[in-house]
């Protein structure tokens, strides 16, 4: 049984940084790519970053979070981050991890959510004006 589970999250002021984590469990982590997803109130759950399995090598961003936000992963803990800088008030969302495990990356596919079998369940960030 697969659990993935988000932290990080809290009320931070514009122009303000913070760092999310999720940390998997229940199988063997290398194999995931992993992506991070939000979700505005009264708008559809967007992708935000993804990252291949194994070494991580292969990363991608939505344009909006480009050059502000990086997503890693540490296998050995078993955890992927998203390190969230210049904080804007239009990036307040439940913040969700996903993992898809043993398929080979693509930019294309992983950043579809339907792409994920797994899904964690959601930090709050709060980027106040």
């Known amino acids: 049984q697969v659990q993935l589970v988000e932290s990080g999250g809290g009320l931070v ?13 229940g199988r063997t982590f290398s194999t995931a790519s992993m992506g991070w ?9 967007e992708f935000v ?4 399995w194994w070494s991580g090598t292969n990363t991608y961003y ?13 296998n050995a803990k078993n955890t992927v981050s998203l390190e969230m800088n210049s904080l804007r008030p239009e990036d307040t969302a439940v913040y969700y991890c996903a993992a898809k495990y043993r398929e080979p990356y ?10 994920y079998d797994y899904w964690g369940q959601g ?3 709060t980027v106040s004006s």
């Open 13 to 25: 002021q514009d122009g303000g940084s913070l760092r999310l984590s999720c940390a998997a469990s």
């Open 62 to 74: 939505a344009d909006s979070v480009k050059g502000r936000f990086t997503i890693s992963r540490d």
């Open 106 to 115: 693509s930019a294309t596919f992983h950043r579809l959510a339907a792409a």
């Open 49 to 52: 970053a993804t990252i291949g």
């Open 37 to 45: 997803f939000r979700q505005a109130p009264g708008k559809e759950r």
């Open 123 to 125: 930090t709050q960030v």
